[in-house]
Every structure is written in structure tokens, then in C-alpha cells.
């Protein structure tokens, strides 16, 4: 990989690259691995990735929960090929963040010292089996209403992984509903099941999608490099819009007093989103934020001696070769 | 922190099905060709996505730079001769 050290640069000779890689982007062009980059865009993007790639890897963890005690066998098939797949995008996406000069080592670190984040929504318990439902219905739902617009994205890899990714992932978002259909096809005590699931998650989905684009401290930004291609307002809009339907449909009910469809803007008022609780969960303070970083930290040094052992197997084998 | 170390890294290329090219899906550690092998099965085609994989040590691929293409593919672009579309028949045969 070429390394362009930006100090080595005169002034005039940076803002000539920069002024090339803007225009790269305006004309849709993507921007691949070797191509020179503003040393922030390389920061974002990393920050970005990585933190999409840690939700996936943090996200198998609430339904891991429930798999020794899924309903039905085929439930528990079905929610193990999920978290399988949790897992590969979390390794597609952990790929793409590497190519921009950062080792796996080194994103796993902060996760670990805390000072990556992974989506806000994992930080909350899964009390029930209709929480299955909830989470891929809604949880996936939104992020794949992210991750379609994402496909987009202006980084090459990143695009490339997504789009992977959402071919994956409408699956996930399928059998939850599914979950949450058959539960609101039975008694009483099944339906109040699903829909208090659904009471508890609908404001952490929405919450997803992040800040109002006003408050939002990194969208500006991201919007002019195509980073993102639609704002955290028109993406979260676009998931309220669809789920209104959906929810309908099976007799769910979302719980919110000013979900009310706005003729004039062709799409649906709704409530203000409890901002207060979002900001104590992202600074950690949620449901599960220690208890699922100490997983994954004990599961990492746990399965350590595993990566030992392969290093020692291939430093055998490779000193009976030089034998 | 001694984990990936030395963990080498590997390009995963697919063949979906036969009759067409191995085409590059992304990358992933392993300690050998065999490992890289096994986990581009798991990683890479949970729902029958190929029939063939190869796995290339990344530090084997030698790749030309984009930012020297003028220079590197000059020669080759002042041939229009080459196209198909150069040559002005007849309407008549024009789909020739």
C-alpha cells in the first residue's frame, strides 16, 4: 500500500488532492483502498465500519440468549443460521475497516476499552421469545433501511460488504415478523407477549437511526463526502413509514399517542423520541452496556489458547519443512 | 494482544457456478491456505453461493496503481483501429 504522509505536503499540493478526491466523489465515482484521502474521511470511515462491525459481533449476543430455549427446533435453527450470519458481517465489515490501514487487533482494543461504540439497541435485554420477533422485525428492520441506503456509500469496500450484507439480511428481518405473526395468531397471553415486545423496542429502533440531522455532529460532513447518502431524519422517516403498514397488518399496535399520517407531507407525524434516554445509553449507562463488553472480552481471552494453538501447529509444521 | 499477529491474510475469490469466472468477494485471516479454505466456506457461501473457492495470500498479489495509469495503459489507448466500431460499413451489413 502506498502511504501518502500528509505533513510531507506542501499546502498547495494538499489542497490539490483534496480538491481531486471531492471532485472523484461528486462525480459517483468510489474511492478504493489505495487512493489518496483526507485524513478525516479515513478517521470517519474507520470510525463508521467499525462500529457498524461491532454491532453485528455485540448484536448475536441478546438473541444468543434465547437459543437453548426457542419454541420449536426450527426456531432454533433458524435463530442460529441468524447469529451466523451476525457473525460473517461483522467479519465483512471488520475486512473492509482493515483496508483503510487499521489491524483487527487494534478495533477489537476499542471496543474493548470503550471507545468504539456499537449500536445503541443491544444494550437493552431480551426478557421474552417475542423479543426474537421484535428484535428482527424492527432491530434488522431499521438496519437494513441503514445498510440498503449504505450500498451507495462512497468507500468501495464498505459498499461492497453492504450490499452483501442486505442480501443476507432480509431473511433476518422475515422470520422475525414471522415470530411476532404466529404469536398474534394464538391466545390472549401470546398476543400481549408480542405486543408488549414491540411496546419495549419500537423507541430504541427508532432511536437507531441516531440524531436529528441538526444535532447529529458527524452527518454534514459525511453527506458532502457521500459517506452517508440519506440523513438520519429521511432514513429513520422511511422506517416509520413502512412499519405503520406492517404492524397493521398482524393487529400490532405501536406505542405512539402522535403516529398520525400527514396527508400535506405524504408520510407520518410522529412522536418525539426520548433523546435523555438515548444519551445515558450510548454513554453507557443502558440495561446491558458492562454486561456485554465483559462478554465479549471473556469470550475473546477464553478462545485465546485456540489461536495459540494455530500458531504453534503452523510454527511446527513450518519448522518440518525447514527440517 | 498477541492474537492476528501472525495470522496471514487471505483474498476469496468465488465461482458461483460452473461455466463462469472466480470473482472477488473480500478478504479474511487465517493461518494457512487449508484454514483459509475452511473459513471462506463458512464465511462466504451459507447459502450455496459457489462452487469453488480459491484463497490467495494478499502480499502475493502484485497490482498496478491506479494513480500511474497514464502512464501505464498510454500505449494501449491510441489503437481506436482495435473497436469493432471503427470500421464504417454499409448499412446493409452493418451488423456484421
Redesign the interface.
Known sequence: MIQFDSKELSSSELEGLNAHFQERIDAEEKIEPKDWMPEKYRKNLIRQISQHAHSEVIGMQPEGNWITRAPTLHRKAVLLAKVQDEAGHGLYLYSSAETMGITREELIESLHDGSAKYAQIFNYPTLSWADMGALGWLVDGAAIVNQVSLQRTSYGPYARSMVRICKEESFHQRQGYHILMTLMEGSAEQKAMAQDAVNRFWWPSLMMFGPHDAASAHSAQSMKWKVKRQTNDELRQKFVDQSVEQAKAIGLTLPDPDLVWNEERGHFDFGEIDWAEFDRVVSGSGHCNRERVAHHRRAHDEGSWVRDAICAYEEKKRSREVA | ??????MK?YEVFLRSRRGLDHKH?????A??QE?ALEYAR???T??GEGVSIWVVNSSDIC?S???DCESFYDPLDDKPYRHATHYKLPDEVNSM
Do not use: F
Open positions: 494482544m498477541t492474537d492476528n499477529v501472525n491474510l468477494v473480500g478478504s479474511l485471516h493461518e494457512d484454514q463458512d464465511v462466504y451459507r447459502r497490482a496503481q491506479e494513480s
